[in-house]
């Protein structure tokens, strides 16, 4: 039979498969001097808020309607899903509405509002003037606040003592699951270890776990960790389980024992457990999302470098990656147009550092791999996506395309930069480097070695192959798959996204900025969680619901009521868990509710 491999088997390994979770944002909203419709009274004001895709309009939500107020501060929050991959064009009317069915399309127009909800989430103080009529008239004031409240990671090292064996011509080969119950009882895989092979008394390799995934952020939350044995066939044995809470994890300390008992077994007369599960280390620490960290004054740092090289083909040629005169843009003007129309919400000053490589400039004509687009080599910052293709439209005309294909000078300029900003000892900088090119890179080796090193510091590098390249050995650089190394050097971690655009030819630009800067938001918080760096300024803090908002007729431990009986399990007193009977944290508060009678549209 095939050795199977040590860690990570199809369906085993790390983190489980589902979808990445969303981003929750709760607006509140407030106005200023708004137009007075009314002529008895002063307007009675509702917000309503839209998405824009191209001319249409959905709505999303509305506030409640305020009687005669000019100065509306609305109580109803409205909640949004937040993509940072995505360019969410947003629209807020504010409307006086008198007709009692709240039809706003019998309303009088106030204003309105357009705008991105990535300017709003990075922004302290979101105030723009409202338009009426091609005029300002009042003013509208957004907060944004993420759900889900403050969240923390799970550090843990566990081993196995004398587990059971299962296999007929081996011992076992261990691994485990560890599940959060969710409202209705039943219970969501929230991570799987790999699988170690042929042993009782596994050491499985230090995991990390945000509690959001593990139990929702509750303390209470009942978490079941079940050790199976894993078999190739995909019909893995269970050994046994134990039951334990976010609350007793933090209590506990190394050697807390948790003893493995299988449901199957335990009635029987003489059994105790099947194997000890013990923790080696256990830290829990505050981690912060990446919207706390944009929310708390974190930068995003947009860096442009661009292919100059002869394979191109000459600009002047209709055939030429660079050309100009085309009835679309070129290859080159989109990427940098979609993925940087993403980008720039996040950067307050939107000036963009650009360079081109593999090119000769005059007037001696020598080969460069590092140039400024502007051609100022002691400013490379250009003004916002039209400056940078301001920029590079102008350098196509005035430079020689040549070669080599070399990255890496520019990789180390931008990792030179992100060494700097550590010096702030707080998350205030992060640098994204987005690499154009067609071809596959002559300094390959170079380039690794540059990647690996930057891989230690807040920046990012998305590199999108343009053109009809065989760009296979690019995708080696994308470290999804394995670990990037050469030699005995390995990244710490993966900040590479590669991508061919030729993928993208028959898409939307917003297909392909999605695509490269999924993995953006992770990559900006995990790096700074890990150097335990906090967001350099302060954090909006949620508000408690307005008060008729509030309902008590349904608390949440009527929801959890059946718990008790399911898990039938109480934490161990004295360090492990021998018997799996009545556990149920008792549960205090109430779930909010919206009352029906508060006049909410």
């Known amino acids: 039979m095939q050795e199977p491999p040590p860690y990570a088997p199809p369906g085993v390994g790390g983190a489980p498969p589902p979808a990445a979770m969303v981003s929750k944002v709760d607006m509140t909203i407030s106005c200023e001097g708004l137009r007075d419709a009314d002529v008895f009274s002063k307007s009675d004001p509702i917000c309503v808020l839209y998405s824009l895709d191209g001319n249409r309009r959905r709505e999303i939500g509305r506030t409640e309607r305020i009687d005669d107020n000019l100065n509306p501060k609305f109580q109803k929050q409205i909640t949004i899903d937040y993509h940072f991959e995505e360019v969410q064009r947003l629209a807020f009317y504010l409307f006086d509405i008198d007709d009692k069915d709240n039809d706003v399309s019998k309303a009088d127009f106030l204003g309105k509002c357009e705008c991105t909800l990535g300017q709003i989430v990075s922004s302290t103080n979101f105030k723009r003037p409202l338009d009426y009529q091609g005029r300002n008239y009042g003013s509208i004031s957004i907060q944004a606040q993420e759900q889900g409240g403050m969240q923390k990671s799970v550090k843990l090292t566990l081993k196995g003592v004398k587990l059971d064996k299962k296999d007929w ?20 895989l929230a991570h799987r270890t790999e699988f170690i092979k042929n042993t009782l008394n596994p050491r499985w390799k230090p995991m990390k776990i945000n509690t959001r995934r593990l139990c929702d952020n509750n303390p209470d939350t009942v978490i079941r960790v079940e050790c199976f ?122 000036m963009y550092p650009a360079f081109g490589f593999g090119a000769r400039l005059p007037p001696t004509w020598q080969v460069s791999h590092q140039f400024s687009l502007n051609g100022n080599p002691q400013d490379p910052n250009c003004q916002g996506i039209p400056g940078i293709l301001g920029a590079y439209h102008q350098c196509i005309n005035s430079v020689q395309l040549y070669g080599p294909t070399n990255a890496s000078p520019i990789i180390g300029n931008v990792a030179k930069m992100a060494r700097e900003a ?55 650089l994308d470290g999804d798959d394995e670990v990037l190394s050469i030699g005995t050097r390995k990244a710490k971690r993966d900040i590479v996204q590669f991508v061919p655009f030729r993928d993208f030819k028959n898409a939307t630009p917003a297909r392909l900025a999605a695509c490269v800067l999924d993995e953006l938001p992770g990559q900006v918080s995990d790096y700074f969680n890990s150097k335990g760096m906090e967001p350099p300024g302060d954090i909006p803090q949620a508000e408690p619901p307005p008060s008729y908002y509030r309902s008590t007729s349904m608390s949440m431990s009527s929801r959890r009521g059946s718990i008790a009986s399911q898990t039938g399990y109480q934490p161990s007193r004295q360090g492990s868990i021998a018997s799996q009977q009545g556990f149920m944290a008792s549960r205090q508060g109430s779930v909010v509710s919206r009352s029906a009678n508060s006049r909410l549209i």
């Open 229 to 350: 044995d894993w078999n190739s066939n995909g019909s893995h044995d269970l050994i046994g389980e134990f039951y334990t809470t976010l609350a007793e994890l933090e209590q506990s300390s190394a050697g807390k024992t948790f003893a493995c008992v299988h449901p199957k077994k335990k009635s029987k007369r003489g059994y105790r457990h099947s194997g000890e599960i013990v923790i080696e280390q256990i830290t829990v620490s505050r981690e912060y999302s990446f919207l706390e960290y944009i929310q708390g004054g974190c930068e995003l740092n947009f860096v442009v470098g661009i292919d100059f090289t002869g394979s191109n083909g000459d600009p002047r040629d209709p055939s030429s990656l660079h050309y100009l005169g085309g009835s679309s843009p070129n290859q080159y003007t989109q990427a940098i147009t979609a993925v940087g129309n993403v980008i720039q919400d996040y950067d307050s000053d939107q």
């Open 422 to 476: 550590l010096h702030q000892q707080q998350a205030k900088d992060y640098y994204i480097l987005l690499l154009i090119t067609d071809g596959i890179l002559t300094d390959m080796d170079q380039t690794i070695h540059m990647i690996i090193e930057a891989s230690e510091l807040p920046m990012s590098i998305i590199i999108i192959g343009v053109g009809n390249a065989d760009f296979d050995d690019m995708e080696r």
């Open 169 to 188: 011509f081996g011992k076992s080969d261990p691994f485990l699951e560890f599940h959060r119950q969710l409202l209705d009882g039943s219970y969501a």
